[in-house]
């Protein structure tokens, strides 16, 4: 990228890259450093009608505070509406178990989005550029990522536009000094105990001293990066459509079959599932040939081999330690839905999950519970009793219908398992004077 012409440069990348902000209202980031500085400067200069945001952390003292009123004043000489939001982020990260990089970005970008919504701005534009992307390539590259950490900083993420990623930290300082800028330095930017410091001062200089050109064959790797996973994107897209039987709020499954049939399961187990935060992709790729029950956890979600199938669940999901009184015989709301009690004169064969009891033979209050093991019934239309695990297993429920199944209990009886098999100890007989209708309502 050229130094001079830069406005006329930038002005075309907009028109090409990003024409939808030429007529937005937009909120730009500013830190008071050169580049949030430069960013505001070029887009007060092709016209685009914006606002600034500024965050104090107040992590440095007065320092930070000087970066506050400079930002303030230099909206007030561009006559520019300048929001500005101080921050506890020691307290929120303590508070939050997060490191101070992660709790300001968070609490950065969290008002950022407030801001954006309450004031009705259209985009929110950051001054990030292409030495912020390669460092960013180096430093996910470094930890170990998939592609998508290859391809550095997206230009567009929702309402969030980065429209200087086409121009280097040097093209930006050389413009702001011509232009006869002044900015803020963050002292902290300084200090290489941080991994991006450290790349930015000593890894970065030293590539670049070895090759001249490494920014900009960065930049080309990038868009052929980028042009690949758009291919991987469309593949997958085919996959998902024929991998996945099953996809609620609860729950997704995938045919283990379908998935086998495909080269190398486990690269597109790992783009079916790297949104989830697993990391133990070995014991992922070995679900498809372990037995029923086996699991493999991430930090919010889980993922079980059931036959023929996994089930990937967000962890919790279907597990409760909830035990209902149902006191009378008005309505009860529970995990799998409501139930409806209702008396009636007479009973008949239905599809839906309903079922007809002698009234007289149950005693209030009722119990409604998750099952467990050890409890039994005696199935309508079976002989004897059984134990609930084996009657599943004999009528062949999958393991996720299993986890969420409930039974209404008289006592200690099994009045009924939710939704399925009643017991026989409650039917209506020739005996039976008074007949009371129980109505599971599942949730949608």
């Known amino acids: 990228m050229v130094y001079l012409g830069m406005l006329e440069t930038f002005h075309s990348h907009i028109k090409n890259r990003f024409p939808f902000i030429l007529e937005s209202r937009c909120l730009v980031t500013v830190s008071g450093g050169v580049d949030s500085i430069t960013l505001t400067h070029l887009c007060t200069k092709i016209g685009l009608d914006v606002s600034l945001a500024h965050c104090n952390f107040c992590l440095r003292g007065k320092e930070s505070d000087v970066d506050e009123d400079f930002v303030n004043r230099f909206g007030d000489q561009l006559g520019l509406e300048v929001f500005s939001q101080r921050f506890d982020t020691k307290g929120y990260a303590s508070e939050n178990k997060l490191s101070t990089q992660v709790a300001a970005r968070n609490l950065r970008y969290n008002w950022f989005q407030e801001l954006a919504n309450q004031l009705q701005f259209d985009y929110i534009l950051t001054a990030h550029h292409a030495d ?16 998508e950490g290859l391809t550095g900083i997206p230009e567009i993420n929702e309402n969030i536009v980065r429209p200087l990623l086409a121009f280097s930290r040097e093209d ?3 413009y702001a000094i011509e232009n006869h800028l002044k900015w803020r330095d963050d002292s902290s930017n300084a200090e290489t105990k941080y991994l991006r410091n450290k790349l930015r001062h000593d890894v970065i200089p030293t590539l670049k001293s070895i090759n001249s050109n490494l920014l900009k064959n960065f930049l080309t790797t990038q868009r052929q990066l980028l042009e690949i996973r758009e291919i991987v994107e469309d593949r997958m897209n085919d996959v998902s459509e024929s991998v996945i039987e099953e996809i609620d709020d609860s729950k997704i499954v995938y045919n283990i079959p379908k998935l086998e049939e495909l080269n190398n399961p486990k690269a597109y187990l790992y783009q079916l599932l790297k949104e989830y935060g697993f990391t133990s992709w070995n014991d992922i790729e070995n679900l498809l040939t372990s037995q029923p029950g086996k699991q493999v956890f991430s930090s919010d979600y889980r993922l079980l081999k059931d036959r023929e199938t996994l089930i990937l669940m967000r962890q919790g999901a279907n597990e409760t330690e909830d035990t209902i009184s149902v006191e009378s015989l008005d309505p009860v709301a529970f995990g799998e839905g409501k139930l409806m009690f209702a008396e009636v004169e007479n009973w008949e064969e239905l599809d839906e999950p309903i079922i007809f009891i002698d009234v007289d033979k149950i005693q209030l209050p009722l119990t409604l519970r998750k099952w467990q093991d050890g409890d039994f019934f005696y199935p309508i ?59 599971l309502i599942q949730n949608k």
């Open 172 to 174: 930006i300082e050389v």
């Open 132 to 147: 912020d992307s390669l460092e960013t390539f180096l430093i996910n590259f470094s930890r170990g990522t998939g592609l």
């Open 381 to 439: 239309g079976m002989r004897g009793k059984k134990k609930v695990s084996k009657f599943l297993k004999d009528e062949k429920w999958p393991l996720i219908k299993k986890e969420g199944l409930w039974i209404l209990c008289s006592g200690d009886d099994v009045v009924w398992l939710v939704g399925d098999r009643m017991d026989d100890r409650f039917k209506i007989t020739d005996q039976t004077k008074r007949i009371l209708k129980i109505q």
